[in-house]
T-cell receptor, first 111, second 113 residues
Framework: DVKVTQSSRYLVKRTGEKVFLECVQD?????MFWYRQDPGLGLRLIYF???????EKGDIPEGYSVSREKKERFSLILESASTNQTSMYLC??????????FGDGTRLSIL | RKEVEQDPGPFNVPEGATVAFNCTYS??????FFWYRQDCRKEPKLLMS???SGNEDGRFTAQLNRASQYISLLIRDSKLSDSATYLC??????????????FGAGTILRVKS
């Protein structure tokens, strides 16, 4: 079974802090994704990566950056956290045209 | 127009009922289709893929109508444990930068005893 692991289930940070969310997958998938999910808005794609060191903006990249130095790891960075970035963050990986597999999610609160 | 559209519901049904959800997609060249299930405060999990000829998995039946660009999910003999949000998911043609899925906002199902 595919395993996608996110570093934290719950995280509380302060406004202006730099926040790192880590995601690791064990299936050698080339594609990895970061989403945020808010009530009534569904899943919104922040960034995705189709190969090491390759990244593409999703639908809502503002205020975020990403890093993919190794194939198995995809990091989401909030450069200067703001309260409107309080959300559930979900990482996913995908090989080819197969379905995506998600991590457990990180509930991030920015105070 | 959204790439993938679903009725948000909620659909409130009694145990044992049959319920159906529809979903429409905008890109006629989309390649593959899925239904995901998401429980409250949990991550989405793949429920089933949707094949052109239609497919069944126990009480769940998925169908695809490419001409009308919609996908359906039918749940028979609903159980309390079927209560969840059901996400319609479409794989558009691969872009210049690889493959991704597009998620609908989800349909809420509540099964009551």
């Amino acid at each position: 079974d595919v395993k996608v692991t996110q570093s934290s289930r719950y995280l509380v940070k302060r406004t202006g802090e730099k926040v790192f969310l880590e995601c690791v997958q064990d299936m050698d998938h080339e594609n990895m994704f970061w989403y945020r999910q808010d009530p009534g808005l569904g899943l919104r794609l922040i960034y995705f990566s189709y190969d090491v060191k390759m990244k593409e903006k999703g639908d809502i990249p503002e205020g975020y950056s990403v890093s993919r130095e190794k194939k198995e790891r995809f990091s989401l960075i909030l450069e200067s956290a703001s309260t409107n970035q309080t959300s559930m963050y979900l990482c996913a990986s995908m090989g080819g045209v197969r379905p995506q597999h998600f991590g457990d999610g990180t509930r991030l609160s920015i105070l | 127009r959204k790439e993938v559209e679903q009725d948000p519901g909620p659909f409130n049904v009694p145990e044992g009922a049959t319920v159906a959800f529809n979903c429409t997609y905008s890109n006629s060249a989309s390649q593959s289709f899925f239904w995901y299930r998401q429980d409250c405060r949990k991550e989405p999990k793949l429920l089933m893929s949707v094949y052109s000829s239609g497919n069944e998995d126990g009480r769940f039946t998925a169908q695809l109508n490419r001409a009308s660009q919609y996908i359906s999910l039918l749940i028979r003999d609903s159980k309390l444990s079927d209560s969840a949000t059901y996400l319609c998911v479409v794989n558009p043609p691969p872009g210049e930068y690889g493959n991704k899925l597009v998620f609908g906002a989800g349909t809420i199902l509540r099964v009551k005893s």
